[in-house]
């Protein structure tokens, strides 16, 4: 009873409105296009301006189906809302109006969206009068596909095939709306050639609407297919753009007969010497590389494609080849190189490795070492380079020249390439005395002094030692081919001592002179200098003579000068003192008179001053007197 009486009062109003004239103006607007992602809610906006409130307004929702015919899916009036139960949307759609004055907002919210729902959606907004006014939207939904994957053919391809071969397929799954599938080789797309490329899509929808895609592509391959690389990619819309998504990567086998081999030297990359690991590769222009045979000097070895040798030498120098068969014609197809291995004889010297020669003698010996390459040669000796060149000229050739010497012969061109010699030279002559830094010497008398005698020779000389014409035992011992003597003599006068170095080839000899001296303040019976000869004597005293002696007296004679100096000071002051003391008993200055009688009872005052040297020990005992008694001298 009251929904009649409301429909009344509305039908009244609107013929009321209609009699009177009036006309609301109403004015709609929408956008083109809302997107959204399947399985989520979508909104619909639509918004109005009119002259009359929200209770004046009657909105309609439709949909077009794809043949153009329209589907009421909502209807409000200022008395009732009713969501049409007989179409797709039923129970997924929402309305809501915000109403304000002049104008309003009315929005269409589709839940769960799915394929079907892209369709074109009208808003339409009437007055109870004659006006009105509608909008339409169109829905799209998408869905990302999923990644796709490739499979490529699992067999050999012949590039000599006159049509295109299958490569592979492509398939991406459940997408909306349908995605697309570009093949790739190489980075480059491919499309559909007649006799060259073919792409074959196909497109399956599921009872949810969405597309998985599969494509095939065959081509007419070449040999450089072998290396070439093929994807496909996916190209798909989402909201507000579109995607891509990329394959892995393949590869296919393509085979082609082998008509060509090249043959070369893998290893080392340098020229190669003896000793080295040398490697062959050999490799044919065909896919697959089929297996290979070596050849050398009527030698097969069948390997794959690599050939080792090991420790080479000069005799695996020449012509290496490989070959196979080919597989249409049976004919066998070569590939070959030229191996050089080079060399370095062991180094020789000549004329001889012991060398004997005599002093003054002149020396050329030579070293040579065949090589296939250029050499360079250095003589060493006592690790010190001595020449340069592969002949060594010694002249006039001395003690110091003997020794071993080596020659050392390198490539400069090939690291590690060398080799080397060695030869002694000995040398013979007469002896040789190392000159003492002084044969004059001065010691002190009954003093002993050491005497050294250094010389050398080939044969090893012997040294004996004279004074006065005897023979004098000495002491002696070789060291790096020189021979060291040494005699301890007794200095009783100034003598002549002499040392002698002889062998088969000759002598000589050295004369030390010596003068004995006594020091100022030595007594008869002090040795001022000694040395006692040691069993070995130290390194300093070779090739010089022992001054021990001679050292001693010198500091000798300054200890006597200073003990002079002092022994003068202190009888200054001893003097100093008998005047002081004169004078007090009156002896001097007009006091003798005044001297105390009672002291002529002491016989005399005596002063005693004894003074000693620390150098010479020698006690000085001074006295000064007074009066002298009667009697005494």
Partial sequence: MALRTKTALLVGLFFLLHTWGVKAQVKVHMEDRVEGTLGTAVEIPCLYTTDVGIGGLIIEWFYLDP???RHRIYVQDPTMRIEETNSQFTGRIKVDVTPSQGSGQVFLR???????????????????????????????????????????????????????????????????????????????????????????PQVLMDSSGLFSVRSELSLKVVKEDKDSEFYCEVNYRIVGGSGMLESNRIKILVSYPTDEVNLWVKSPKRDIKEGDTVELECLGNGNPQPPFTFRFREEFITINNVLELRNVSRLDSGLYECFTTHIETFNEVVGNTTLFVNY?????????????????????????????????????KNGVKVATGNILSLRDVVYDMAGTYECMVTVPQLVGMETSAAFQLIVEGSPEISEPQSTSLEQALEST??????????????????????LVDSHSNVTEGWVLSWVNVKVSSDMNVSCHASNANGNVGTLYSIKAIIPPTASPTTTLATVIPPTDPPAST???????????????????????LILCLLLLAVLGSVLYFLYKKGKICGRSGKQDLTKEKTSRDNIVVEMKSDNTEEAVLLAVNGDKKPGEQ
């Fill in 67 to 69: 043949a153009g015919k």
């Fill in 344 to 380: 370095l004889e062991p180094a020789v010297v000549f004329p001889e490795e012991t060398l004997t020669l005599s002093q003054g003698a002149d020396l050329n010996q030579s070293c040579n070492a065949l090589s296939s390459l250029k050499t360079h040669t250095v003589w060493m």
């Fill in 449 to 470: 002094v050491v005497l050294t005698c250094r010389a050398r020779g080939n044969p090893t000389p012997t040294i004996t030692w004279r004074s006065a014409g005897s």
């Fill in 110 to 200: 589709v839940m769960e969206t799915r394929p079907g729902d892209e369709v074109d959606f009208i808003c339409l907004v009437k007055s109870l009068t004659d006006g009105n006014d509608e909008g339409k939207t169109q829905l799209r939904v998408f869905e990302k596909p999923a990644q796709p994957t490739i499979e490529g053919v699992d067999k050999e391809i012949w590039f000599v095939n006159m049509e295109p071969v299958k490569i592979g397929s492509c398939e991406t799954r459940n997408g909306y709306p349908r995605p697309n599938i570009t093949w790739y080789k190489d980075n480059t797309p491919l499309f559909n050639v007649p006799n060259e490329v073919s792409v074959v």
């Fill in 542 to 564: 070779l090739a010089t003579v022992q001054t021990d002696s001679a050292e001693k007296i010198t500091s000798g004679t300054s200890g006597v000068i200073i003990a002079v």
